[in-house]
């Protein structure tokens, strides 16, 4: 069985064709709403389209639904924020010595310093807060105490996923809070190059959000334009903090 084919058409003559197509007459007259796209069309309504739960290297992995935190996707979410321990503390080295002033220039492990029994228990106790102005969530880690050269800190990360509606894309902004007794002494903001993106899906009366993650560092963007293959490169600000 055909689901569908591809047709050649000279360009200029793509209405005339369609016209000729649904109604057998070459000034025939069609609907607004008629099924027929270009490949250009079809390639970017099928990048566009995002199901939940179904894998693609474009799209990314169902993370949890926006609308649904805090809440029932809340442990989906902290599951997702246990996972990507080494993309969130990639950097915890440059991270310490942001906060330890003589800190020797030898690169630290992180599972030396931070090993996933801690890391996964300090996020399952994580305090997640949403905030519908801002349209932000915010999942804040439970302190956690790091000794280096005899000296004892303790770190708090702050991980806000940054929604914007006009585009659906979302950023993770990570704030790292330092403690030494009872003084807050600094805090560290960063973006983390990672990727995700949102849905939205009528459900009823109902529309919600689904959270995607795209596995990967964003270095880059780029858009390919056909039939030309002209090639145009978006930059932007700065591409990655690693």
């Known amino acids: 069985m055909c689901k569908g084919f591809v047709l050649t058409v000279r360009p200029g003559f793509e209405e005339a064709f369609v016209k000729f ?3 057998g007459e070459i000034d025939g007259e069609i609907e607004d709403d008629h099924p027929y796209l270009t490949l250009a069309q079809e390639i970017k309504a099928s990048s566009k389209s995002i199901y939940k739960y179904v894998p693609n290297p474009n799209r990314g992995d169902y993370v949890f639904c926006w609308e649904d935190v805090p809440g029932t996707d809340e442990e989906r979410l902290k599951e997702h924020v246990r ?3 080494g993309a ?3 950097d915890l ?3 310490l010595k942001h ?6 220039e030898r690169e630290l492990s992180i599972d030396d310093i931070i090993d996933d029994e801690t890391w996964f228990k300090r996020v399952g106790d994580a305090d997640v807060e949403k905030n519908e102005e801002k349209n932000e969530i915010t999942v804040t880690t439970k302190e956690i105490p790091i000794k280096i050269n005899n000296v004892t800190i303790t770190l708090t ?3 806000t996923f940054e929604l914007d509606t006009s585009d659906g894309t979302i950023r ?3 704030k790292v809070m330092e403690r030494r007794g009872d003084v807050l002494r600094v805090e560290k903001e960063d973006v983390l190059p990672l990727r995700y993106y949102s849905s939205e899906e009528k459900e009823g009366d109902a529309t919600r959000r689904y959270v995607f993650f795209v596995p990967g560092e964003h270095i880059d963007t780029w858009y390919e334009y056909t039939p030309t293959g002209a090639l145009h490169v978006e930059k932007g600000e700065e591409l990655s903090m690693w």
């Open 83 to 85: 996972s990507m321990k």
């Open 157 to 159: 990360f702050h991980l």
């Open 99 to 104: 906060f330890l002033e003589d800190l020797s």
């Open 93 to 95: 080295s440059k991270i």
């Open 172 to 174: 993770l902004v990570r």
């Open 21 to 23: 197509i649904e109604t």
């Open 88 to 90: 969130i503390l990639k």
